[in-house]
Nanobody, 114 residues
Framework: QVQLVESGGGLVQAGGSLRLSCAAS????????MSWYRQAPGKQREVVAT???????NYRDSVKGRFTISRDNTKNTLYLQMNSLKPEDTAVYSC????????WGQGTQVTVSS
């Protein structure tokens, strides 16, 4: 069945870096766009970055120049390289397919201390 498994989160000081991974299974990964989302406590889930099946990328303004989304279709894995992290980046990060999403994975917690 379709499954998304996120990993790579953790506790990091402001200015630090993390690399998140999203392992996808149960669908033809290379044929779909993928997105990273995040949800901070008390806030709605928001799109962080998107990559199309062809490799085109898009980012929300607050992470441009700091985050990089990429994919490895040979490993069915989506990545998010996060540099220069800020306390406001603290959230649970999740991935999903677009435009037709699937069941959410458990997400991975990212906590940035000041």
């Amino acid at each position: 069945q379709v499954q998304l498994v996120e990993s790579g989160g953790g506790l990091v000081q402001a200015g630090g870096s993390l690399r998140l991974s999203c392992a996808a299974s149960g669908f033809t990964f290379s044929s779909w766009g993928m997105s990273w989302y995040r949800q901070a406590p008390g806030k709605q889930r928001e799109v962080v970055a998107t990559i199309t099946s062809g490799g085109s990328t898009n980012y929300r303004d607050s992470v441009k120049g700091r985050f990089t989304i990429s994919r490895d279709n040979t490993k069915n894995t989506l990545y998010l390289q996060m540099n220069s992290l800020k306390p406001e980046d603290t959230a649970v990060y999740s991935c999903n397919r677009f435009p037709l999403g699937v069941a959410w994975g458990q997400g991975t917690q990212v906590t940035v201390s000041s």
